[in-house]
């Protein structure tokens, strides 16, 4: 089965996550998807594949030379972001692709263009593939997963290539979280990881946000509105005032790249006796977090005086910037980079504007840098990969193996 062939066929299981289930995995599509790989990895030999009792997939390659090199393991999640359907995607191929516009038949609105994606016009002549309009296509994280999965049949049949033990994990939950939440670092047994969870050919990211979440609580008073004069207090328009008080032109995801941190209210629980706001704290030196959370807190405790209310604030860590530990191991990245010049391409270094599980597993004591998938436009009804982005991932992972065993 080609690398191709295997994406399709994962795309078309629904896995989105569901953050408010407590369950691991978080919705039965993934389990079926892992499920399905224990079936493929023991059908292609690998023999030991197997899932735990939390939805996680571990398995090994066996090494194909005698002297010791050091177990390394490659990671990809399952589960689609909860944000855009997933259900029922059909997934297109739009063989040898000619620069004009690809109209999504489910949604005359879906169209790319190469005059918007310079990524996209670098692939005129690639068969690009898409999902129909309706829903995401699943690149994020399936296209890791085809190119693990393709890698590992490759290695299998073909025991002349040189690598040390291979260990290959599938975790469920990451677009939630989660994904590092049960992850048995003792039990998977790889001196250094690398998901697979990136964009375009030759990227190597090895730097992430550091990144707390707030929950600030306004609590009012609430009462019949038909007799409220002078006893409601209303936490909802608390919440409001205190949102519009974010600055307007700087610190939000809208106004900021490269390596510009920010505060980022994204959802709301809302009553005028409570209401709740919840805000992303993002920045990629983890002592810039104080001052953020320290301006929120002010600006929640002006709103309070202002209004009446009493304000509740909750700091939970998410995960930090990885390359705190990666700094430590660079010989981690430096062969990552060598196996993406040995397939022709330049390394893209690049900080993550994000999270990744090779965050909070670097400081469980498992260094995780991320490489590229093909992945593009995450989230959303135009995401998009090419055959030629999966087939280059998949080739990455196998010259990986082979620069771990000759060094």
């Not at 790319?112 to 690639?126: D, W």
């Not at 629980?269 to 706001?277: F, G, L, M, P, Y």
């Not at 490489?371 to 196998?398: C, I, M, P, Y």
Request: hydrophobic content about 40%; charged content about 25%; aromatic content about 6%.
């Amino acid at each position: 089965m080609s690398v191709l062939d295997r994406f399709l066929r994962y795309v078309q299981i629904d896995t989105r996550s569901d953050e408010s289930a407590r369950s691991c995995p978080s919705t039965p599509g993934q389990l079926r998807l892992l499920e399905l790989l224990v079936s493929e990895l023991r059908a292609i030999g690998v023999t030991d594949a197997a899932m735990d009792e939390n939805g996680y997939v571990m398995a090994t390659v066996p090494a194909t030379i005698d002297r010791d090199v050091p177990v390394i393991g490659l990671v990809a999640h399952v589960d689609t972001s909860p944000e855009m359907s997933g259900e029922r995607v059909e997934p297109l191929v739009h063989r040898a692709w000619d620069g004009r516009d690809i109209v999504l038949p489910d949604d005359v609105t879906a169209v790319l263009r190469a005059s918007e994606q310079p990524e996209l016009a670098a692939q005129i002549g690639h068969d690009i593939v898409t999902a129909s309009g309706a829903t995401l296509l699943g690149a994020d994280d399936k296209a890791g997963v085809a190119a693990i999965m393709a890698a590992a049949e490759l290695w299998v049949a073909h025991p002349e290539i040189p690598h040390g033990a291979i260990r290959i994990c599938f975790t469920p939950d990451e677009e939630i979280g989660r994904g590092a939440d049960r992850f048995d670092v003792a039990r998977f047994g790889a001196m250094c990881a690398y998901t697979l969870d990136g964009g375009n050919c030759g990227e190597l990211e090895y730097e992430s946000f550091s990144a707390d979440a707030m929950r600030v609580t306004f609590v009012g008073f609430n009462t019949h509105p038909g007799y409220a004069k002078g006893r409601m207090v209303n936490a909802i328009k608390a919440a409001a005032r205190f949102i519009d008080r974010f600055p307007a032109d700087r610190l939000s995801p809208e106004t900021t790249d490269g390596y510009a941190g920010y505060i980022h209210p994204y959802q709301i629980a809302a009553s005028v006796d409570r209401t709740s706001v919840r805000v992303l704290i993002r920045d990629f030196k983890t002592d810039g977090l104080a001052d953020k959370e320290a301006l929120v807190e002010r600006l929640a405790s002006e709103v309070a005086a202002e209004t009446g209310t009493r304000v509740e604030l909750e700091v939970q860590q998410s995960y930090r910037n990885m390359r705190e530990v990666l700094d430590g191991r660079p010989d981690v990245v430096d062969r990552a980079r060598e196996a993406i010049r040995r397939i022709g391409l330049v390394p893209i270094e690049k900080p993550i504007r994000g999270g990744t599980d090779g965050s909070r597993l670097s400081f469980m004591g498992l260094p995780t840098p991320n490489l590229f998938a093909g992945e593009h436009n995450f989230h959303s009804r135009l995401e998009w990969t090419s055959r030629q982005d999966l087939e280059k991932a998949t080739e990455v992972v196998v010259q990986l193996g082979r620069v771990w065993a000759e060094r």
